[in-house]
């Protein structure tokens, strides 16, 4: 048994937070490599801006300002420079990474990346490519994020549903784009098509506040097109989007330079729901092409594909079966191994 810190200095969550609201995917993937390296028999302590000490699912969690443990055979530190050098006689370190990676090369992290020298870890390879050779790092590994076990129990369905989309991303990440396609060609052509958007500002907790002047004009469009087949449900805990997905039919998404994984997408072909998609970033990582979904280079090959994936039940068929079979065999579980290989615990 290997004893592990963890720390992170963004928003206030603690190991139960996944269970009682919506999170980011940062903030959930936070959670779910905590949690499968207790499961593993590795003794976990969280230091973050949970509000009290507490211990959930066999990881501690304590509040950031009480300190962190100067030792540890392994310390993870979550995205933020102020966390680069602290456990400063850990055996082995990981700074873990989110967003594309140019924000590392600012002087506050590249200085203090070359003093530590910590493996960073990224979720793929279009995430990797976003940090330059000659940045400083003492190593580079890609660990995808892990499946929640709770999206990999879909059974299949003995008929194809009726053609109800799920958007369950950043509103900020082109939902007014989707709209625009669903009001003027997607929905036109399938009249009884509905447009479930579980988004909003209470997946990212305190900061949603400051993100509500860019979000809140987008989900109020989204309301206004409640004639056209779009029902905004806001975002839901991961409980409750289980169900919601085990009723879609497809899962429409432009994709986000931004992004550097996307859970939405991989959470949604693990309940056998195809996708369509547009060829940015990561996207491409997310679907076996042509066959649990379609990345694709336009938005006029997009709408194509939208129709077709909500109109063929032939098609839709093939692709839930292949995202059952295909989608969701890397599980949480599978990226802690990889963490303890990089720490060679």
Excluded at 31 to 55: P, Q, T, W
Excluded at 200 to 226: E, F, I, Q, S
């Amino acid at each position: 048994m290997a004893r592990i810190v963890m720390t992170d200095d963004g928003i206030a969550f603690d190991g139960a937070t996944l269970e009682e609201r919506p999170l980011g995917g940062a903030e959930t993937s936070f959670i779910e490599m905590a949690n499968a390296l207790a499961a593993r028999g590795h003794e976990v302590l969280v230091c973050n801006k949970c509000e009290a000490e507490r211990v959930h699912k066999g990881v501690s969690w304590r509040p950031l300002s009480r300190g962190v443990p100067d030792s540890a055979d392994l310390y993870i530190a979550n995205r933020g420079d102020r966390l680069i050098r602290l456990c400063p006689d850990a055996r082995s370190t990981i700074f873990w990474i989110h967003n594309p990676a140019g924000y590392l090369l600012k002087w506050r992290y590249q200085w203090k990346l070359a003093a530590r020298r910590p493996v960073i870890v990224f979720s793929g390879a279009s995430h990797a490519s976003t940090y330059p050779g000659w940045a400083f790092a003492g190593g580079r590994e890609i660990v995808p994020y892990g499946l929640t076990d709770l999206f990999c129990h879909a059974e299949e369905h003995a008929e194809p549903p009726p053609p109800r989309v799920v958007f369950t991303s950043n509103p900020m990440r082109s939902l007014d784009w989707l709209l625009d396609l669903w009001e003027s060609r997607i929905r036109p052509n399938v009249p009884n098509a509905e447009l479930h958007v579980f988004a909003g500002m209470a997946t990212y907790g305190a900061a949603g506040a400051a993100k509500a002047g860019r979000m809140g004009p987008v989900l109020d469009r989204a309301a206004a097109l409640a004639g056209q087949g779009v029902i905004l449900r806001g975002p839901v805990p991961k409980s409750q989007l289980v169900g919601e997905l085990a009723q879609a039919r497809a899962l429409l998404y432009r994709g986000d330079i931004g992004e550097t994984f996307c859970s939405a997408v991989a959470e949604a072909q693990a309940m056998g729901v195809p996708a369509v998609l547009r060829d940015i970033a990561c996207m491409r990582e997310r679907v076996v092409d042509g066959v649990t979904g379609h990345c694709v280079p336009d938005d006029e090959a997009f709408v194509s594909a939208s129709l077709s994936l909500l109109t063929d039940d032939s098609l839709w068929r093939r692709m839930h079966r292949a995202c059952l079979e295909r989608q969701r065999s890397w599980r949480w579980d599978d990226a802690a191994r990889d963490f303890e290989r990089i720490a060679r615990l």
